[in-house]
Structure formats: structure tokens, C-alpha cells
């Protein structure tokens, strides 16, 4: 009996590893979300000054506002399928069986 409570000890310490350095993984792709979130923020005050007197002009093209919203948005996609891998994989580590 002692043998096999052994022998599971690596397996859910492995297990555990695995998943909280998954679990920081996604904290950090949480964290770019929210640095592209702000990106959004700026772009938002570009193109609507909170103030109707604002002296500064600013006059972008559509050209340059399609670039940095084509940007933003790829930016994005691409955090999202990192938090997503992140976090399937650690669902499939705290769910599944060891491999090895």
C-alpha cells in the first residue's frame, strides 16, 4: 500500500507543477489582454477627445487609423489563442491522466 501511495506522489506533484505553471502562463496572457485594452483606450480618446474645445487637432487618415486598428486587432488575436492554449492545457493537466 505504501508502495502505490508513493507512486502516485510524483504523478499529482507533476501534475500540480505543470498546472500552476500553466495557471501564471494565462496570468500573464490575462495581463497582455490588458495592455492591448489600453491600446483600445487610446484609440478611443484619438478618435472621440473627451472635450468638444480640445485646442490640439488631431487629424489622422482612415488609412492610418485602418493600420493601428488592423494592428491592434491582430495583437489581440493573437494574446486570445495564448490565454486560450494556456488555459486548455491546463484543464487537460488537472483532468488527465500522466503520460508518462
Not at 488631431?58 to 488609412?63: F, K, V
Not at 493601428?68 to 487537460?92: C, G, H, P, Q
Request: overall charge negative; aromatic content about 2%; charged content about 25%.
Amino acid at each position: 500500500m505504501a508502495a502505490s501511495t508513493r507512486s502516485r506522489t510524483p504523478s499529482a506533484s507533476t501534475r500540480f507543477d505543470a498546472a500552476e505553471a500553466l495557471a501564471l502562463q494565462a496570468c500573464d496572457d490575462t495581463d497582455s489582454l490588458r495592455e492591448v485594452l489600453c491600446a483600445y483606450s487610446c484609440l478611443e480618446k484619438l478618435i472621440a477627445p473627451l472635450e468638444v474645445g480640445d485646442t490640439e487637432q488631431l487629424g489622422p487618415t482612415r488609412t492610418e487609423l485602418g493600420s493601428l486598428v488592423r494592428l491592434v486587432n491582430e495583437e489581440m488575436s493573437r494574446r486570445i489563442e495564448a490565454a486560450d492554449s494556456a488555459t486548455r492545457a491546463m484543464r487537460a493537466a488537472l483532468s488527465g491522466p500522466e503520460a508518462g
